[in-house]
């Protein structure tokens, strides 16, 4: 049986995260995960080979309410730079 590296394990994985990269199952499990600033770790577990691993998460936005945008806020940061929620709900008859 031919031996995937880890590489090719990741980028197979990162393809389709739904599925088993050993055995191809998708009956696979997540914890909760754990999470450090702006890192995250999850464990994974296959039921159908019983390997486990872990997914390895890094912060790549953020979203802020459209209400904590103060004048003082957007002083100290660029809003070009910034994605945040409009809440803009309309208040129809
Ligand atoms: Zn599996």
Same mark, same amino acid.
């Given at each position: 049986?031919?031996? *995937?590296?880890?590489? !090719?394990? $990741?980028?197979?994985y *990162? =393809?389709s995260p739904n599925t088993c990269p050993f055995c191809g199952s998708t009956d696979i499990e997540a %914890? @909760?995960? =754990?999470?450090? @600033?702006?890192? +995250?770790?999850?464990?994974i577990?296959c039921n159908g080979c019983?390997?486990?691993?872990? $997914?390895?998460?890094?912060? #790549? #936005? ?5 209400? %904590?945008?103060? =004048? !003082?806020?957007? !002083?100290?940061?660029?809003?070009? !730079? *910034? ?5 803009? +709900?309309?208040? +129809? +008859?």
């Open positions: 049986m031919k031996k *995937l590296n880890a590489k !090719e394990l $990741e980028r197979k *990162l =393809e %914890d @909760h995960g =754990e999470f450090d @600033h702006d890192l +995250g770790f999850r464990n577990e019983n390997k486990n691993w872990v $997914e390895e998460f890094k912060m #790549s #936005s953020v979203t802020f309410n459209a209400d %904590d945008m103060t =004048e !003082e806020a957007c !002083e100290q940061y660029d809003p070009t !730079e *910034l994605h945040y929620r409009d809440t803009g +709900g309309t208040d +129809g +008859g």
